[in-house]
């Protein structure tokens, strides 16, 4: 590992550089927008009937938990989406997460970030990845593209803070980093406003990545294209975020 280094000493190398950055996994690093939205729609219709195109759903965010998102769509439909439909549509829609055509007709990394995992590593920095996606999910998805983590935290089920799963993790991470270090010395990168909630709360620096947004899935041409792509990026301007990167360069970018 590189020499101790304070979290004040930004005379030669700026401050990402300082200590490792931390990452989100979804569509910070791997980009499973194409996965997840096929996936939605083949649950949906599987158990409720329910066909929606893809810009329906990229209007009902689905960046945010199953269960929520789920949620969202069914009462905008006029169906009741009471906890049993609500978890049988996720259990569907996790099992479609695994199917072998999906995964290999639409997972991948983000362009950029094979040169940003090689410039950490060139660093002698760690891979630290903390999601709210099932552990056993997670790491189906990064052995398809050979994303190897050294810590990976998957904050399922974890209910903390003011509903913000990732606090804990977050703080995990630092602690299985040697915990020699106050948090704000390090930098969280995620895609969603509630990871720059979850990195404040946990008294990180927060990043807003907004390099792969939902509606970059829909095809060019598509008429809400750009406005949806602006809104996504409105509600991570909102959070006001220490950092925002428009592109996986930046993160190491003078």
Same mark, same amino acid.
């Given at each position: 590992?590189?020499?101790? +280094?304070?979290?004040?000493?930004?005379?030669k190398?700026?401050? #990402?550089?300082?200590?490792?950055?931390?990452?989100d996994?979804?569509?910070?690093?791997?980009?499973?927008r194409?996965? &997840?939205?096929? &996936?939605?729609?083949?649950?949906?219709f599987?158990?409720?009937? $329910?066909? %929606?195109?893809?810009v !329906?759903?990229?209007? *009902?965010?689905?960046?945010?938990?199953?269960?929520? /998102?789920?949620?969202?769509? %069914?009462?905008?439909?006029?169906?009741?989406?009471?906890?049993?439909?609500?978890?049988?549509t996720? &259990?569907? /829609?996790?099992?479609?997460?695994?199917?072998?055509? $999906?995964?290999?007709?639409?997972?991948? =990394? #983000?362009?950029?970030?094979?040169?940003?995992? +090689?410039? =950490?590593? &060139? *660093?002698?920095w760690?891979l630290?990845?903390?999601?709210?996606?099932?552990?056993?999910?997670?790491?189906?998805h990064?052995?398809?593209?050979? =994303?190897?983590?050294?810590?990976?935290?998957?904050?399922?089920?974890? !209910?903390?803070?003011?509903?913000?799963?990732?606090?804990?993790?977050? %703080?995990?991470?630092?602690?299985? %980093?040697?915990?020699?270090?106050?948090?704000?010395?390090? $930098?969280? #990168?995620g895609?969603?406003?509630?990871?720059?909630?979850?990195?404040?709360? *946990?008294?990180?620096?927060?990043?807003?990545?907004c390099?792969?947004?939902?509606?970059? *899935? $829909?095809?060019?041409?598509?008429?809400?294209?750009e406005l =949806?792509?602006?809104r996504?990026?409105?509600?991570?301007v909102?959070?006001?975020?220490? +950092?925002?990167?428009? !592109?996986?360069?930046?993160? /190491?970018?003078?």
């Amino acid at each position: 590992m590189p020499a101790d +280094r304070t979290a004040n000493d930004t005379r030669k190398h700026p401050v #990402v550089k300082d200590l490792p950055p931390l990452f989100d996994l979804d569509n910070t690093l791997l980009d499973t927008r194409l996965l &997840a939205l096929e &996936a939605y729609q083949r649950a949906l219709f599987e158990v409720v009937g $329910l066909r %929606l195109d893809q810009v !329906s759903l990229v209007e *009902a965010n689905p960046g945010v938990p199953a269960v929520d /998102f789920l949620t969202k769509v %069914l009462s905008r439909r006029g169906i009741a989406p009471d906890a049993v439909l609500v978890e049988r549509t996720r &259990a569907a /829609f996790r099992r479609w997460l695994h199917d072998e055509e $999906l995964l290999w007709s639409t997972l991948r =990394l #983000v362009p950029g970030i094979e040169v940003l995992v +090689r410039d =950490l590593r &060139a *660093a002698g920095w760690p891979l630290v990845i903390i999601t709210q996606k099932p552990q056993s999910i997670a790491e189906v998805h990064m052995a398809r593209v050979d =994303l190897q983590p050294d810590i990976l935290i998957s904050t399922e089920g974890r !209910s903390e803070v003011g509903a913000l799963p990732k606090v804990s993790g977050l %703080l995990q991470a630092l602690d299985e %980093l040697g915990g020699r270090h106050a948090p704000s010395s390090y $930098l969280y #990168v995620g895609d969603a406003p509630a990871d720059c909630r979850a990195a404040k709360a *946990a008294g990180l620096r927060a990043a807003a990545a907004c390099w792969c947004t939902w509606a970059g *899935a $829909l095809p060019q041409g598509c008429p809400e294209r750009e406005l =949806l792509h602006l809104r996504q990026v409105a509600a991570l301007v909102i959070e006001r975020p220490d +950092r925002l990167f428009t !592109s996986p360069e930046e993160v /190491f970018g003078d």
